[in-house]
């Protein structure tokens, strides 16, 4: 079977049994051909709906996770400024009002990540490249749990089009500010020439 690179979400009801797993994953990646794990991290999404990724050094694993990996990138996404603004890492997705089946209708694998991650619970996020699925799907199964896999090159592809519209948004706030200035400056002259007109009038 040709190995194939995706991002798998195993999610647990309870946190410590994330970090448990996170930890038998691990040991999976050091002892397995099968299965190359690249970056994995945990996220934890409050009963209110916000994405949060713990900042303990144990939460993340993998090569170059410390350094974000495709794991750490596709949750600095999701919780961060544009996840908030699209709706992935905040309360939108308690109550349904965004749900898998629109995710998968708008067929982005990042909302559709986002919505699998509910309220309350915590997940593992993974970046593996799998020559089958058993490993995960055993790991997962141990806990109870399965697991969801999205195809690693759509949510690549995802995060560099998010990243490349924050920093379009980055550029017009800064405009629109600049422009702000420009037009508060220019009042700020016409009502001085104003006042030196009037008591020139007056005078």
Do not use: N
């Not at 930890?23 to 996220?43: I, K, P, Q």
């Not at 915590?122 to 799998?130: H, I, K």
């Amino acid at each position: 079977m040709t190995p194939t690179e995706s991002v798998a979400t195993i999610r647990f009801p309870q946190s410590g049994q994330a970090y448990q797993a996170l930890s038998d994953l691990h040991g999976l990646s050091d002892t397995l051909t099968s299965l190359e794990v690249r970056s994995a991290a945990l996220v934890e999404r409050t009963p209110e709906g916000t994405l949060h990724v713990p900042e303990q050094g144990d939460a993340v694993v993998g090569t170059g996770a410390t350094a974000g990996g495709l794991a750490g990138m596709v949750l600095g996404v999701l919780g961060g400024p544009l996840g908030v603004l699209l709706g992935f890492g905040t309360g939108a997705l308690v109550g349904g009002v965004f749900d898998v089946d629109r995710a998968t209708g708008v067929e982005s694998a990042l909302a559709l990540l986002a919505a699998r991650i509910p309220p309350g619970t915590t997940a593992v996020v993974v970046d593996a490249v799998e020559a089958g699925p058993e490993p995960l799907d055993q790991l997962a199964a141990r806990y109870g749990t399965t697991v969801e896999r999205q195809p690693a090159a759509q949510l690549t592809a995802e995060v560099e089009a998010a990243d490349a519209a924050a920093e379009a948004a980055r550029k017009e706030a800064r405009r629109v500010l600049r422009e702000r200035k420009r037009i508060e400056a220019k009042a700020k002259i016409d009502e001085k020439i104003g006042a030196v007109k009037e008591k020139l009038h007056h005078g």
